[in-house]
């Protein structure tokens, strides 16, 4: 009886493919309806601090989604190894060890974007997404699914740092990933000097939250 | 689930917990290790780029896509003097690293030279570039400070810093901030006086050459930035004063 079972569930495993709606849900859900940084309101000194451009911009979402999705499946491969009691520290670890990397590799191959992001990169080891993701999901699911929601997870997160960076740059330089666009058009342009200070990110970033709310008819609880 | 269990017990156990953690630290080690040599050359060469760049860029305005190699390799005689002015044979600037001379008295330090030659003459000097390297409010600022060939005139600067304050003290990385020090002068008949930046800001000191406007909000840093002016102005007097130029 029992081995039949154990075939059975191997048999649906198998069955289950690599991209089922469970699985797509993973990557859609923190684009929309659980967005790391709107919703959940996490990793959201980072949003202001580096969106003044959307180059860099861009490459801190490729970096952070880089972390969350790697940190996610080697944790997510160790889940049935790690000690309860170390299980933070070990996350850590794992996290850490993924940031430095990224931060050596943008100093040997984009040395001038890892100047503009200086600290921030080295932050993303204590971002409440990569931990958050990891202590909530990859601590309990198969790497697959680790994978796609540590991805998912960050692309959410990078989509809102390059909402802000596209509203932050276009108002506040007059110009797209540096590109003068006014001026392209013959149109002068004086920079809203606000856009370009962290406030001016709290600012877009509360409009984008009160957009997405509304559309989705979010309520906080009570 | 007997099993399971037993499994979990193993890892609750203190060998298991040791051994674990050392385990992890060891491959994470490993693999920092291999990326950080692995790397090590680009990132050396960044910086050695970098700081062709800001040299030049006291001097020159740089064209985005400039060849900064070939432009250095032609217009830049490097060489290393002591206090005294004595140039330092076989020592290139490559040897010396500024922030470690810091550390030493100022009579002690070797200090680099870095000569501007005209395009067309290369025995003309057209200007010199001197780093400079000191504190500022959180941590060291450094930078480059080019004289014109009259050896008293500043040509530019280009100042960097670790950690200032971002919005107040980290301005002086900005171009806003060394516009300023454009054509200001360093001796006044003869005698060093470096160039102060000033408290406050928004005041007009077109007429004096000695003072700069200061930064709002970062007196301390511009403190710093004068100190390390006048410390390393000071460390290259000698060798400024034997120029076979005149100074008034």
Known sequence: ?222 | MQTKNADYNVRQSNLYIVLYAAGLTIVCGAALAFASISLKDRQEANVALEEKTNILSTVMTLEDGANIEAIYAKRVRAFVIDYNGTVKEGMTPKNVSVASEYKKKPQERLLPVYEIVSEADANQVEAVVLPVYGYGLWNNIFGFVALASDFNTILGVSFGHIGETPGLGARISSTEIQERYKNKSIFDNGQLVSVMMQKGEGMDYSGDTHKVDGMSGATLTAKGVNNMLQEYFGCYNKYLQKQPIALN
């Open chain 1, 1 to 222: 009886m029992s081995t039949e079972a154990a075939v059975i569930e191997k048999v649906e495993k198998k069955a289950e493919p690599l991209f089922s709606k469970k699985n797509k849900k993973l990557i859609s859900n923190p684009l929309d309806i659980d967005n790391p940084i709107t919703v959940q309101v996490l990793g959201v000194c980072s949003a202001l601090a580096v969106t003044t451009q959307m180059l860099p911009a861009l490459y801190m979402a490729a970096s952070l989604t880089f972390v969350t999705t790697f940190s996610n499946l080697f944790i997510s491969l160790l889940r049935n190894t790690i000690p309860s009691r170390i299980r933070i520290i070990v996350q850590l670890a794992v996290v850490s060890l993924w940031v430095i990397i990224v931060d050596q590799m943008l100093k040997a191959y984009a040395y001038d974007i890892s100047k503009i992001l200086s600290v921030f990169v080295g932050l993303i080891i204590t971002n409440c997404i990569v931990m958050g993701r990891l202590e909530a999901f990859a601590m309990g699911n198969k790497p697959w699914p680790s994978v796609l929601d540590g991805l998912g997870n960050g692309l959410g997160y990078g989509m809102i740092l390059m909402i802000i960076a596209f509203f932050r740059e276009i108002f506040g330089s007059g110009s797209i990933f540096g590109f003068k666009i006014f001026e392209a058009i013959g149109v002068h342009y004086q920079g809203n000097g606000l856009m370009l200070l962290p406030a001016g990110a709290c600012i877009i970033l509360g409009i984008i939250i009160w957009v997405q709310r509304s559309l989705n008819g979010y309520r906080e609880a009570h």
